[in-house]
T-cell receptor, first 110, second 114 residues
Framework: AQSVTQPDIHITVSEGASLELRCNYSYGATPYLFWYVQSPGQGLQLLLKYFSGDTLVQGIKGFEAEFKRSQSSFNLRKPSVHWSDAAEYFCALNDYKLSFGAGTTVTVRA | EAGVTQFPSHSVIEKGQTVTLRCDPISGHDNLYWYRRVMGKEIKFLLHFVKESKQDESGMPNNRFLAERTGGTYSTLKVQPAELEDSGVYFC????????????FGPGTRLTVL
């Protein structure tokens, strides 16, 4: 069965510092992977997606993610965090229906 | 272009009452999905429509939940009778083309059952 694991429930980062959110998956074939973000009071917004090809994927808001098949990982990164990046982030595997990780809440301190 | 909309944004009901949630997908999107996030848990798939047909309802918790998509446009999710454990945020999403394509999410309906 497919599954997605986000090991970090909560991360606090200083504004301007780098951010990395971890995501591991279990799936029997090449996965379609997504990162979504949910800001307070908002719906889920797609940050980026991986279907195939280049393993380094660029997304919106300055985010990128790297697909590593050998590690079954799809970690999300941002070089310099802004206060507006405070939100909850979800990694998801798309097998026509989405399987989500538990989410990682990011707090940005000044 | 309007995004996915959901109504109501919040609903507070008593145990045993009935509640109906509505989702309006993006125009032209044949695929419509319902998901739910119970407090402290992952977002879980409930069911998937292609146009007006249920393709997969394997995530529906029990027969107190009924989803419909008449005419292949908007969808409703009825909970009857509601129980305490039904509290959570119900998300709707839609996509076009192949089911694996990007799903666009609505803001969710927060349901509280007292």
């Amino acid at each position: 069965a497919q599954s997605v694991t986000q090991p970090d429930i909560h991360i606090t980062v200083s504004e301007g510092a780098s951010l990395e959110l971890r995501c591991n998956y279990s799936y029997g074939a090449t996965p379609y992977l997504f990162w979504y973000v949910q800001s307070p009071g908002q719906g889920l917004q797609l940050l980026l997606k991986y279907f195939s090809g280049d393993t380094l994927v660029q997304g919106i808001k300055g985010f990128e993610a790297e697909f590593k098949r050998s590690q079954s990982s799809f970690n999300l990164r941002k070089p310099s965090v802004h206060w507006s990046d405070a939100a909850e982030y979800f990694c998801a595997l798309n097998d026509y229906k989405l399987s989500f990780g538990a989410g990682t809440t990011v707090t940005v301190r000044a | 272009e309007a995004g996915v909309t959901q109504f109501p944004s919040h609903s507070v009901i008593e145990k045993g009452q009935t509640v109906t949630l509505r989702c309006d997908p993006i125009s032209g999107h044949d695929n419509l999905y319902w998901y739910r996030r119970v407090m402290g848990k992952e977002i879980k798939f409930l069911l998937h429509f292609v146009k007006e047909s249920k393709q997969d309802e394997s995530g529906m918790p029990n027969n107190r939940f009924l989803a419909e998509r008449t005419g292949g446009t908007y969808s409703t999710l009825k909970v009857q009778p509601a129980e305490l454990e039904d509290s959570g945020v119900y998300f709707c999403a839609s996509s076009q083309g192949a089911p694996g394509n990007e799903q666009f999410f609505g803001p969710g309906t927060r349901l509280t059952v007292l």
